[in-house]
Protein backbone atom coordinates (compact mmCIF):
# COMPACT_ATOMS: atom_id res chain seq x y z
CA UNK A 1 0.00 0.00 0.00
CA UNK A 2 0.96 3.48 -0.85
CA UNK A 3 2.74 5.36 2.09
CA UNK A 4 0.23 8.15 1.90
CA UNK A 5 -2.61 5.55 2.68
CA UNK A 6 -0.84 4.03 5.06
CA UNK A 7 -0.76 6.98 7.06
CA UNK A 8 -4.35 7.83 6.37
CA UNK A 9 -5.25 4.08 7.53
CA UNK A 10 -3.56 5.27 10.89
CA UNK A 11 -5.34 8.56 11.04
CA UNK A 12 -8.78 7.10 10.56
CA UNK A 13 -10.70 9.77 9.46
CA UNK A 14 -10.14 12.35 6.26
CA UNK A 15 -12.11 15.63 7.22
CA UNK A 16 -14.09 16.28 3.88
CA UNK A 17 -14.03 19.97 3.41
CA UNK A 18 -15.82 22.28 1.62
CA UNK A 19 -14.04 25.99 1.09
CA UNK A 20 -15.95 28.74 -0.82
CA UNK A 21 -12.58 31.18 0.81
CA UNK A 22 -9.07 30.62 0.78
CA UNK A 23 -8.96 33.08 4.32
CA UNK A 24 -10.41 29.70 5.84
CA UNK A 25 -8.03 27.27 4.94
CA UNK A 26 -5.38 28.51 7.61
CA UNK A 27 -7.96 28.72 10.44
CA UNK A 28 -9.44 25.36 9.38
CA UNK A 29 -6.08 23.67 8.82
CA UNK A 30 -5.00 24.89 12.94
CA UNK A 31 -8.21 23.57 13.87
CA UNK A 32 -7.69 20.28 12.34
CA UNK A 33 -4.20 19.64 13.58
CA UNK A 34 -4.99 21.05 16.89
CA UNK A 35 -7.86 18.54 17.32
CA UNK A 36 -5.86 15.72 16.29
CA UNK A 37 -6.66 15.13 12.33
CA UNK A 38 -3.74 16.34 10.68
CA UNK A 39 -5.50 15.50 7.46
CA UNK A 40 -7.73 17.17 5.04
CA UNK A 41 -9.46 16.15 1.49
CA UNK A 42 -10.31 19.80 0.17
CA UNK A 43 -13.19 19.19 -2.16
CA UNK A 44 -12.53 20.42 -6.50
CA UNK A 45 -16.15 21.49 -6.18
CA UNK A 46 -15.03 25.25 -5.33
CA UNK A 47 -13.47 27.66 -6.99
CA UNK A 48 -11.06 28.34 -3.24
CA UNK A 49 -10.22 24.64 -3.90
CA UNK A 50 -6.84 24.90 -5.58
CA UNK A 51 -5.48 28.16 -3.35
CA UNK A 52 -6.98 26.70 -0.16
CA UNK A 53 -4.59 23.40 -0.84
CA UNK A 54 -1.98 25.64 -1.72
CA UNK A 55 -1.97 27.47 2.00
CA UNK A 56 -2.55 24.49 3.67
CA UNK A 57 0.23 22.57 2.23
CA UNK A 58 2.74 25.36 2.35
CA UNK A 59 1.72 26.79 6.05
CA UNK A 60 1.46 23.34 7.26
CA UNK A 61 3.87 21.08 5.18
CA UNK A 62 3.23 17.75 8.01
CA UNK A 63 -0.38 17.74 6.94
CA UNK A 64 -1.74 14.94 4.78
CA UNK A 65 -4.30 17.42 2.39
CA UNK A 66 -5.64 16.05 -0.31
CA UNK A 67 -7.87 17.24 -3.31
CA UNK A 68 -11.53 15.23 -3.47
CA UNK A 69 -14.11 15.26 -6.14
CA UNK A 70 -11.45 15.38 -8.80
CA UNK A 71 -12.85 14.68 -12.50
CA UNK A 72 -10.45 15.97 -14.84
CA UNK A 73 -6.54 15.26 -15.25
CA UNK A 74 -6.12 18.87 -15.81
CA UNK A 75 -7.76 18.82 -11.81
CA UNK A 76 -5.09 16.25 -11.22
CA UNK A 77 -2.16 18.67 -12.40
CA UNK A 78 -3.74 21.21 -10.40
CA UNK A 79 -4.59 20.08 -7.15
CA UNK A 80 -0.80 18.07 -7.34
CA UNK A 81 1.17 21.58 -8.49
CA UNK A 82 -1.01 23.17 -5.02
CA UNK A 83 0.79 20.74 -2.84
CA UNK A 84 -2.15 17.66 -3.01
CA UNK A 85 -0.31 14.60 -1.54
CA UNK A 86 -3.26 11.95 -2.98
CA UNK A 87 -6.23 12.27 -5.59
CA UNK A 88 -10.14 11.54 -4.53
CA UNK A 89 -12.83 10.86 -7.07
CA UNK A 90 -16.26 10.13 -6.59
CA UNK A 91 -16.63 7.38 -9.20
CA UNK A 92 -14.48 5.56 -11.04
CA UNK A 93 -12.84 6.72 -14.35
CA UNK A 94 -10.49 4.99 -16.03
CA UNK A 95 -8.39 7.74 -17.60
CA UNK A 96 -7.78 9.63 -14.42
CA UNK A 97 -6.55 6.26 -12.35
CA UNK A 98 -4.71 5.35 -15.13
CA UNK A 99 -3.17 9.01 -14.88
CA UNK A 100 -2.61 9.18 -11.53
CA UNK A 101 -0.90 5.45 -11.86
CA UNK A 102 1.73 6.42 -14.23
CA UNK A 103 2.26 9.71 -12.52
CA UNK A 104 2.43 7.24 -9.22
CA UNK A 105 0.28 9.96 -7.18
CA UNK A 106 -2.13 7.98 -4.97
CA UNK A 107 -5.69 8.00 -5.91
CA UNK A 108 -8.48 6.77 -4.29
CA UNK A 109 -11.72 5.99 -6.99
CA UNK A 110 -15.37 6.03 -5.94
CA UNK A 111 -16.52 2.28 -5.78
CA UNK A 112 -19.97 1.32 -5.70
CA UNK A 113 -20.52 -2.14 -7.08
CA UNK A 114 -17.66 -5.64 -7.73
CA UNK A 115 -17.12 -4.27 -11.56
CA UNK A 116 -15.82 -0.99 -10.26
CA UNK A 117 -13.51 -2.83 -7.38
CA UNK A 118 -12.31 -5.22 -10.06
CA UNK A 119 -11.36 -2.28 -12.35
CA UNK A 120 -9.24 -0.72 -9.52
CA UNK A 121 -7.75 -3.85 -9.36
CA UNK A 122 -6.72 -4.06 -12.54
CA UNK A 123 -4.37 -0.75 -12.62
CA UNK A 124 -3.13 -1.92 -9.30
CA UNK A 125 -4.80 -0.11 -6.61
CA UNK A 126 -5.68 -1.99 -3.29
CA UNK A 127 -7.39 0.90 -1.58
CA UNK A 128 -10.67 2.58 -3.20
CA UNK A 129 -13.28 4.96 -1.92
CA UNK A 130 -17.08 3.79 -1.20
CA UNK A 131 -19.36 6.40 -1.90
CA UNK A 132 -22.07 7.30 -1.27
CA UNK A 133 -21.81 5.15 1.61
CA UNK A 134 -24.95 4.98 3.45
CA UNK A 135 -26.86 5.42 0.79
CA UNK A 136 -25.62 2.34 -1.20
CA UNK A 137 -26.05 -0.15 1.56
CA UNK A 138 -23.64 1.13 4.10
CA UNK A 139 -21.23 -1.68 6.05
CA UNK A 140 -23.28 -4.47 5.22
CA UNK A 141 -23.34 -4.08 1.82
CA UNK A 142 -19.28 -3.54 2.04
CA UNK A 143 -18.81 -6.52 3.96
CA UNK A 144 -20.52 -8.30 1.22
CA UNK A 145 -18.72 -7.11 -1.23
CA UNK A 146 -15.32 -7.28 0.17
CA UNK A 147 -15.18 -11.03 0.83
CA UNK A 148 -13.88 -11.73 -3.13
CA UNK A 149 -11.62 -9.02 -2.82
CA UNK A 150 -9.26 -10.39 -0.04
CA UNK A 151 -6.22 -7.79 -0.46
CA UNK A 152 -8.83 -4.51 -0.90
CA UNK A 153 -9.32 -1.93 1.87
CA UNK A 154 -12.59 0.67 1.76
CA UNK A 155 -12.90 4.46 2.53
CA UNK A 156 -16.69 4.66 3.26
CA UNK A 157 -17.72 8.46 2.93
CA UNK A 158 -21.30 9.63 1.96
CA UNK A 159 -23.55 9.63 5.45
CA UNK A 160 -20.42 9.04 7.71
CA UNK A 161 -21.06 10.91 10.88
CA UNK A 162 -19.92 10.58 14.44
CA UNK A 163 -22.90 7.50 15.45
CA UNK A 164 -22.46 5.29 12.35
CA UNK A 165 -18.35 6.01 12.21
CA UNK A 166 -17.09 3.78 15.09
CA UNK A 167 -19.33 0.51 13.73
CA UNK A 168 -17.29 1.33 9.94
CA UNK A 169 -13.93 1.88 11.90
CA UNK A 170 -14.20 -1.00 13.52
CA UNK A 171 -14.25 -3.20 10.37
CA UNK A 172 -11.16 -4.86 9.74
CA UNK A 173 -12.00 -3.76 5.43
CA UNK A 174 -11.94 -0.29 6.45
CA UNK A 175 -8.94 1.61 6.19
CA UNK A 176 -10.51 5.04 7.22
CA UNK A 177 -14.15 6.76 6.79
CA UNK A 178 -14.20 10.45 5.14
CA UNK A 179 -16.77 12.90 6.65
CA UNK A 180 -17.34 16.45 7.00
CA UNK A 181 -19.84 16.52 10.01
CA UNK A 182 -17.03 18.02 12.02
CA UNK A 183 -16.34 20.51 9.23
CA UNK A 184 -19.61 21.46 8.09
CA UNK A 185 -19.85 24.58 6.06
CA UNK A 186 -21.89 26.62 8.15
CA UNK A 187 -19.46 26.07 10.99
CA UNK A 188 -16.33 27.20 8.40
CA UNK A 189 -18.14 30.04 7.10
CA UNK A 190 -18.89 31.60 10.57
CA UNK A 191 -15.52 31.58 11.47
CA UNK A 192 -16.37 29.03 14.38
CA UNK A 193 -12.69 27.55 14.49
CA UNK A 194 -12.75 26.25 18.23
CA UNK A 195 -16.24 24.41 17.88
CA UNK A 196 -14.52 22.99 14.52
CA UNK A 197 -11.58 21.62 16.92
CA UNK A 198 -13.69 20.40 19.16
CA UNK A 199 -15.26 18.08 16.75
CA UNK A 200 -12.11 17.10 15.48
CA UNK A 201 -11.35 15.90 18.98
CA UNK A 202 -14.42 13.99 19.24
CA UNK A 203 -13.96 12.43 16.61
CA UNK A 204 -9.98 11.04 17.11
CA UNK A 205 -11.41 9.83 20.59
CA UNK A 206 -14.11 7.38 18.59
CA UNK A 207 -11.03 6.48 16.13
CA UNK A 208 -9.20 5.39 19.27
CA UNK A 209 -12.44 3.73 20.91
CA UNK A 210 -13.32 1.87 17.79
CA UNK A 211 -9.14 0.35 17.44
CA UNK A 212 -9.01 -0.29 21.04
CA UNK A 213 -6.30 1.63 21.58
Request: with cysteine; charged share 25%; hydrophobic share 45%.
Amino acid sequence: MNEVLKQIGEIGIVPVVVLNDPKDAEPLAQALCDGGLPCAEVTFRTDAAEESIRIISEKFPNMLVGAGTVLTTDQVDRAVAAGAKFIVSPGLNPRIVKYCVEKQIPITPGCANPSDVEQALENGLDVVKFFPAEQAGGLAYIKAIAAPYVGVKFMPTGGINAKNVKEYLACDKILACGGSWMVKGDLVKAGEFDKIRELVKEAVEIVKESRGK
